[in-house]
């Protein structure tokens, strides 16, 4: 004698309906990894730690995320990004060291530590500047 299971439709449905949600979460979809750090800042005050000179806020703005950083306002240069604890490392594959003092950035490589950090402001501090953001 053979058994038959016989599934009422509207437990199909629920069981197609929960099967279709899982596959739609778990899309290619990239979301970011550094908690409150990913986003785009722009700065808002900049302290010289030698001078104690505190410049204003400015159209420059540090777009972090993943494992990129790219600088704009005042042209655009990307660089690679390390963020640990309380460290953050950003590394340009540039030649002209130059061109990133624009953001306060004095090295090829510089590592930043992060004072403070929330979902709307963050602090920068390094070897010669105090940078305060707003997340824009």
């Given at each position: ?66 494992h990129t950083v790219n600088l704009t306002g005042a ?14 490392t950003l590394e340009f594959p540039i030649t002209s ?8 950035i004095y090295d090829q490589t510089t590592t930043f ?24």
């Amino acid at each position: 004698m053979k058994t038959t299971i016989i599934i009422p439709i509207h437990r199909l449905l629920v069981a197609i309906s929960i099967m279709a949600f899982l596959a739609l979460m778990s899309g290619c979809r990239k979301g970011g990894i550094n908690g409150d750090l990913d986003g785009q800042w722009q700065v808002m005050e900049v302290e010289n730690l030698s001078t104690e000179q505190v410049t204003g806020p400015q159209q420059l703005y540090y777009c972090l995320y993943l494992h990129t950083v790219n600088l704009t306002g005042a042209g655009m240069v990307a660089g690679n990004m390390t963020y640990e604890g309380d460290r953050l490392t950003l590394e340009f594959p540039i030649t002209s060291v130059a061109q990133l003092s624009q953001w306060y950035i004095y090295d090829q490589t510089t590592t930043f530590k992060v004072e403070s950090l929330s979902g709307s402001h963050m602090v920068l501090l390094s070897d010669k500047v105090r940078i305060t953001f707003r997340k824009y």
